[in-house]
């Protein structure tokens, strides 16, 4: 089995084919710079859709495009709710309190399910 192994590859090796023939599709390179000042550019294919926001490679803050609006314009990210305000939603204080009452009797009696 030695025999036939392929000699002189490793894990992430090139290719052995040419180049020849092949049509690389045409690019533009956007700029970006981030809130900390760092700039950096990434290239896309001419027909992809830009964003407008992309991660800072450095520093992982939102960078904006440039010569793109400004960041207020992004969407708004309602905050997330506590367990406690997802249950308000559900029901109301005397609810909860019926519910309440209903689980101690069940606890009291030896009926924990």
Do not use: N
């Amino acid at each position: 089995m030695a025999d036939r192994a392929l000699r002189g590859t490793h894990m992430g090796f090139t290719s052995l084919e040419s180049e020849e023939g092949v049509v690389f599709v045409e690019r533009q390179t956007v700029d970006y710079t981030c809130p900390a000042g760092h700039t950096f550019d990434v290239t896309f294919a001419i027909d992809a859709k830009v964003p407008d926001v992309w991660d800072c490679p450095q520093c992982s803050q939102k960078a904006l495009r440039v010569g793109a609006e400004d960041f207020a314009e992004e969407k708004t990210i309602k905050p997330q709710k506590t367990h406690w305000e997802q249950l308000r939603d559900r029901r109301s204080i005397e609810e909860l309190d019926v519910l309440l009452g209903e689980r101690l009797e069940a606890y009291r009696s030896g009926r924990r399910h």
